[in-house]
């Protein structure tokens, strides 16, 4: 079977010490049919041993932001796959983790986007899992801290979906932007990236408006690693724009009146453990391992 997944990476002051071994990956992957790299910025090596290594690099000549850019790649794409992958320069990918996900999606029509578990590097599990956020959500996750932290923790880890068993498929509303493996359809019937977010919340905004035509799943069967720098909590310009993107968000779909908000989270909520007679059950361990 040719391979099902097209793929691209957005790069800013990255050099090939940062990207190299992930590109070396997909250059061998036989599932990843196209992949491309967008150079926003300082990251003309990295982007020359993306062509040596089979790949196609852009170079818009400035930062468009990350939904912008791939937004760009995804405009340029010629391969077809079914599948796209958009991930972060950071994730370490194991070999066969795209086949077991195409083999999910395959199995899954009603699937519009699968994310693995995202380990840290030292092997513990990322909660990247969230619901669709309200303003004292973001505002908490970044600011509180000491007697504040402990009084919200409830609320905050309600958030981050810490109450279900990460080693166990689940819905939900939100996946991280990290690693967004979708059923290009999908993706297409959802505009791609709105290019107002130039960076930070532009995956929460996606992941709303696929999720209004299809299911996000968390698949846990299958692992990567990622570094997840948290950028925003050591430099002052991007939480300025952590803070931008995120008024940029609620303006678009509202700060407290959110029903749709209320909904999903409810629903999301309420799946943490999927009922396997439901007709939209999930594949097993054996579909997902299949080609």
Known sequence: MPGRVSASIVLFNHGPEHVGSLLEILSRDSECVEWIVVDNGGSEEATALASALGGRSLQPGRNLGFGAAHNRALASLTSGAPYHLILNPDIVLQPGVLTELANVMDASPQVGSVMPRVLYPDGSTQYLCKLLPTPLDLILRRFAAGPLRRVFSR?????????????????????????????????????GFDDRFFLYMEDVDLCRRVGAVSRLLFWPNSTITHGYTQGSYRHSRLLHLHIRAAVAYFN????????????????????????????????????????
Not at 255 to 262: Q, T, Y
Request: glycine share 10%.
């Open 155 to 191: 609320q905050m880890d309600r958030y981050d979906m810490k109450g279900f068993d990460y080693s166990r498929p689940v819905y939900v509303p939100v996946l991280s932007g990290c690693f967004m493996f979708t059923r290009r359809s999908v993706l297409d019937a959802a505009g």
């Open 252 to 291: 678009k779909w509202g700060w407290f009146r959110d029903p749709e908000r209320r909904a999903r989270n409810l629903a999301g909520l309420g799946e943490v453990n999927i009922n396997p007679g439901h007709p939209e059950s999930l594949p097993t361990r054996e579909q997902a391992a299949r080609r």
